[in-house]
């Protein structure tokens, strides 16, 4: 039988919400219906798993870098990749979301029982505060997630693509910290990143004289139809960029422009927001554990 556990540590870290936010009492079967979409990424988001990606992340110091892991990647946004595909007509899928909210996935062998735990802990947090469910892949499902441990960085295809589909966690850096995991799953359930939201520059501001070259689109706005917009911009979202994300000096690439210069780009739990986002989407009734 299939078991997940969350250690004590991870209870706090992974699932306390801000103290301000309430998640109780929220009708999510009345949301609209959202599909998740690749938006201005477009055709970048096809190609092949880079192994340059891999060695960058392979140094990837969490008490040095001034970055998350999966924003060292090579791909669209940084951690977006449908392999093996070169055009959009490849998708198979005829909605990005998961029937139900059920996703069949299967580990790679090459993990050790270490990278396993803090895996099955990220999907844990989705069965705790969503109607998701992780499910082991009983070789019957057309649609799966293949979880798999290349030396091709922090990366996932977004939403239901449609037959076996990856997400890459190249050990150890991209599993240091539960958030990480969350990041690329939320990606796998449906979402882009936070900061490519329409309404973004009014609580952020993109520094391009900063911005690596060739990477700007990274920084590109997708349209409002595309965006979760019913949910507040939210600097504590797991899918929000560090400041220096996509770099080319080593200066910030993006400021906040809330008072104080808020944080963003955490990855040691969801906020409240995206577990808003997720149970909207997915039109969850819940009642789910808070802590």
């Known amino acids: 039988m299939f078991r997940l ?20 009492g929220f009708n999510y079967r009345n949301s609209p219906d959202i599909t998740p979409n690749y938006g201005a990424l477009a055709d970048r988001v096809f190609g092949r798993p880079d192994s340059s ?3 960058r ?10 970055v998350n892991p999966e924003e060292l990647g090579s791909y669209a946004a940084g951690d977006i990749l449908v392999p093996g595909v070169t055009s959009r007509n490849g998708l198979v899928a005829t909605t990005s979301r998961w029937t139900r909210g059920q996703i069949p996935f299967v580990i790679s062998s090459s993990f050790a029982p270490r990278d396993v735990d803090i895996i099955h802990q990220a999907m844990d947090v989705y069965h705790q505060l969503t109607c998701v469910r992780f499910f082991p892949w009983s070789g019957r499902e057309k649609d799966y ?3 798999e441990n290349s030396n091709s960085g922090c990366w996932a295809s977004v939403g ?7 997400v890459n966690l190249q050990s150890p850096a991209c599993l240091m ?5 969350l990041h690329e799953l939320m990606h796998t359930v449906g979402f882009l990143h936070e900061q490519n939201r329409a309404e973004r520059d009014q609580f952020v501001e993109i520094l391009w004289k900063n911005v690596e070259k060739n990477r700007e689109e990274n920084f590109k706005k997708i349209p409002a139809s595309v965006a979760y917009t019913q949910i507040p911009y939210d600097y504590e979202s797991v899918m929000h960029y560090s400041t220096a994300a996509f770099s080319s000096n080593g200066k910030p690439t993006l400021k906040t422009k809330k008072r104080g210069n808020f944080k963003v780009g955490q990855r040691e739990r969801m906020s409240v927001g995206d ?15 808070y802590v």
């Open 57 to 66: 992340v392979a140094k990837y110091d969490p008490e040095k870098d001034e």
């Open 145 to 147: 997630v293949s979880i």
């Open 160 to 166: 239901r693509t449609g037959g076996k589909q990856q």
């Open 53 to 55: 990606t891999g060695d």
């Open 177 to 181: 910290r539960v958030g990480t995991v």
């Open 5 to 24: 556990f969350v250690p004590l540590a991870c209870v706090a870290a992974c699932m306390a919400a801000p103290k301000e936010a309430s998640l109780k």
């Open 275 to 289: 577990i808003h986002k997720i149970n909207m989407m997915y039109k969850c009734d819940g009642p789910f554990s």
